[in-house]
């Protein structure tokens, strides 16, 4: 019996194999409308993507060696302006950018291979390590570009595109939604990303983020793998803020950035029956610096703020990254409730102390590097100084930029460095003499000031 019930089987399944065969144009999804609509889109958004060759110099055993790297990037000004990541320029020597490559032939001409893009020289005109973006300049004129849409209309499961050249492979495209909206990697960090599960992997940086209808709404940046390839969690930077980023490098060569002096919590009902406050969400001044901005236009501690431009101020977190992108000279009205009163105040946006990008404009990599650390860096003199708040010491070295190392607690910019393991480092060249006397694999311990604290950090040298 049970060979027959197997003969019966194996005879039913050609039927049923058959039986699933769904005739072309017979019910079932037709995908061809969706296809040829991102084909098109496709051939829209190429020509305005670029390749990224980077020449230049990376720490490697203790010493600065020549290397050869590659990103993506966007054409977004017809007079050969390009965003890409900063990441993708740093310690550059020298900056080329491969054009996409046009069709050529004879009328009619169906080849699927197309002739290779021109390179072309280019020239950085300034970086911003805070946002990890960079303005590239092209001496070319009338090239394609793409508009920059508005990030904060994306929604998750949006369909998006990520173009770029992931592993070299140049004007390559991959298709996926948008995953969340406005996402912080650090909780306390102001800059946010679009997240997507359309394949980026190394190469794609500083290529776009594109929606439906061509525009940009992205920057691709960095990806979280363990694998080292996508896993389908991929970031990029948003078109709101890469446009504010892009116009300002395009003007000045450099990113201002603005706050109104106040520090701010969210609203809790714990927090809101503690203080009276006539809600329990939304947004509490819980400092108004004195001499600031806010304090100023008649802010006080304790105001709950309503509405930023207009626009409703659910928490903290949300407040802080509106204001992120302004620009210092503006002004922003706020809207606040005290006691039982509505009140309404406009606020000019002041310059953020301690920008960490004051120092971007004074280091090279031929003089500044030390490459045990992997930062540029510039001996503590009086004009540097300036630029410092009070400082313990007279003499040190200055953290101008620092490459995103995975410690727990990296250097940054602006932190003073003023011993290695004990030693005091007077300047550049010290510092780098007293890292090379160090045996390989010696724990190296630096003694850093940072926003007025001192602290010992615990570093791995290259």
Request: aromatic share 4%.
């Amino acid at each position: 019996m049970a060979h027959c019930s197997r003969l019966l089987l194996a005879s039913l399944l050609p039927v049923a194999a058959a039986a699933q065969v769904v005739a072309p144009g017979r019910g079932g999804p037709d995908l061809s409308g969706l296809s040829r609509d991102l084909q098109s889109l496709s051939e829209r958004i190429k020509p305005a993507v670029v390749q990224v060759l980077v020449t230049g110099y990376a720490p490697a055993d203790g010493q600065l060696v020549k290397q050869r790297a590659s990103g993506s990037g966007v054409i977004l000004d017809s007079d050969g302006y390009v965003i890409t990541n900063a990441h993708v320029v740093q310690g550059a020597r020298r900056v080329q950018v491969a054009l996409a490559g046009l069709a050529s032939g004879p009328p009619g001409a169906r080849s699927i291979l197309k002739a290779p893009g021109r390179v072309v020289g280019a020239v950085v005109v300034g970086t911003d390590l805070e946002t990890d973006l960079a303005v590239l300049k092209l001496d070319e004129k009338g090239l394609p570009f793409l508009p920059l849409g508005d990030s904060e209309a994306l929604r998750p499961g949006e369909l998006v595109l990520a173009f770029g050249s992931p592993l070299g492979l140049e004007n390559s495209v991959t298709l996926g939604v948008v995953s969340a909206v406005a996402r912080q990697v650090r909780p306390d960090d102001r800059m946010i990303y679009v997240q997507t599960d359309a394949s980026i992997n190394p190469g794609n940086s500083g290529g776009p983020l594109v929606d439906g209808q061509g525009r940009v709404v992205g920057i691709n940046t960095f990806i979280y793998s363990q694998s080292g390839g996508s896993e389908g969690i991929g970031f990029a930077a948003p078109s709101n803020i890469v446009r504010n980023v892009f116009d300002q490098i395009r003007r000045t060569g450099r990113v201002h950035r603005g706050e109104i002096g106040v520090r701010v919590q969210t609203v809790t009902p714990a927090l809101a029956a503690g203080l009276g406050l006539r809600q329990d969400w939304g947004v509490v001044l819980s400092d108004v610096p004195p001499d600031g901005a806010a304090a100023r236009a008649g802010l006080r501690i304790g105001d709950v703020v309503l509405k930023l431009d207009g626009k409703v101020m659910e928490n903290a977190r949300q407040l802080e990254v509106d204001l992120y992108p302004r620009v210092p000279g503006g002004s922003v009205s706020l809207e606040v409730l005290r006691g039982a009163e509505r009140l309404a105040y406009v606020v000019t946006i002041a310059e953020r102390a301690g920008d960490p990008e004051r120092f971007a404009d004074r280091v090279s990599p031929d003089r500044n590097a030390v490459a045990r650390l992997g930062v540029l860096a510039l001996d503590l003199d009086d004009a540097v100084a300036q630029l410092l708040p009070p400082l313990r010491a007279r003499a040190g070295v200055v953290v101008a930029t620092a490459g995103g190392r995975a410690e727990p607690d990296p250097l940054l910019p602006g932190d003073v460095i003023y011993s290695v393991n004990q030693e005091p480092v007077s300047g550049v060249e010290r510092l780098r003499e007293v890292l090379a006397q160090l045996k390989a694999g010696s724990p190296v311990v630096l003694q850093v000031e940072r926003g007025g604290e001192l602290r010992f950090l615990v570093i791995e040298p290259e």
